[in-house]
């Protein structure tokens, strides 16, 4: 009988745990959506669910195939349904996530809190295990002015800052507000001129394709700032949402722009009877 020495024990040892570690790598890849990175969903729009049933409404965006889900925090989002979440510690969140079947490493912030209580934020989110906060807008009143947009914006890159030394990347997410002119300047390149490239990373809401402005001209326009991408699809006939892919986005055109700039992930915002397909349209998408 031949004698396995020790150095080749640990030799084939170390060969078969590498295979294996491949071969992990590519079935994730392999069920990874657009550039490779896993479709995600925004649990806002299952709101009204899963402050009920945490865990069971989790399961079902996974059984629609999404593999990665963006929170919203429970204290800053106890109106729109995630009050029951606050008694949750990070770490039992994080543990009912994974045992769902899910990812999550993002999650969106109220201002308020963020101003109010930004140290108690950025501790969750450690335990939780994000690294992107994201302030889901400045909520100004309807007849602010560009001052106030700005303002708003200065005291987000302060925010910034403190978040970065967490290790976490701070990150705004627009509306159609910003997409509205002020003295014949856009909102949202206001905005651009005045947050810090590297303390502020944008996620980009694809809906306001609604009110005719794509996402892949600012894409391109703006290089290395978006971290992220919230993603609709909307049909000029019917006026509607409609599930991704069925609307007039170019997606493979977006994807390849979002590659280019850096995009981290992305996340199906959109009602939740456009879910599953949507799911199903990324899932089979080649870019």
């Known amino acids: 009988m031949k004698t396995i020495t020790r150095r080749d024990f640990i030799r084939k040892s170390t060969v078969t745990v590498g295979a294996a570690l491949l ?3 590519k079935a994730i890849q392999a ?9 995600g969903v925004q649990t806002y729009v299952v709101r009204d669910m899963i402050g009920k049933d945490f865990e069971g409404t989790l399961r079902k965006l ?3 195939g999404y593999k990665s889900i963006e929170m919203c925090s429970p204290p800053g989002y106890v109106s729109s349904g995630f009050g029951p979440l606050t008694k949750l510690k990070a770490s039992e969140m994080r543990e009912i ?8 490493e993002s999650s969106h912030y109220s201002f308020g809190e963020l101003r109010e209580k930004l140290d108690e934020r950025i501790a969750y989110a450690r335990e939780l295990g994000l690294t992107q906060m994201i302030a889901s807008g400045f909520w100004l009143k309807k007849d602010a002015s560009l001052t106030d947009w700005l303002k708003a914006a200065e005291e987000l890159n302060k925010m910034g800052e403190r978040t970065k030394k967490e290790g ?3 990150g705004f997410h627009n509306h159609h507000f910003e997409f509205t002119k002020i003295d014949g300047t856009l909102v949202y390149d206001a905005l651009m001129d005045k947050l810090d490239p590297e303390l502020i990373k944008m996620q980009f809401q694809v809906a306001v394709i609604s009110i005719g402005y794509k996402a892949v001209t600012y894409l ?6 978006f971290i992220s991408l919230h993603l609709a699809d909307w049909s000029e006939t019917e006026k509607k949402s409609v599930p991704i892919g069925q609307g007039i986005v170019d997606w493979k055109e977006l994807f390849a722009a979002a590659k280019a700039a850096g995009v981290k992930n992305y996340f199906v915002e959109m009602g939740l009877d456009l879910l ?4 199903v349209y990324l899932n089979n998408l080649k870019v």
Do not use: D, N, T
């Open 31 to 39: 069920h990874a959506g657009p550039l490779k990175i896993p479709v």
């Open 23 to 25: 071969a992990c790598q």
């Open 97 to 104: 996530i994974h045992s769902a079947g899910l990812r999550c």
């Open 168 to 170: 976490i990347q701070l």
């Open 276 to 279: 599953e397909s949507s799911s």
């Open 62 to 64: 996974a059984a629609m």
């Open 220 to 225: 391109k326009k703006y290089p290395g700032r």
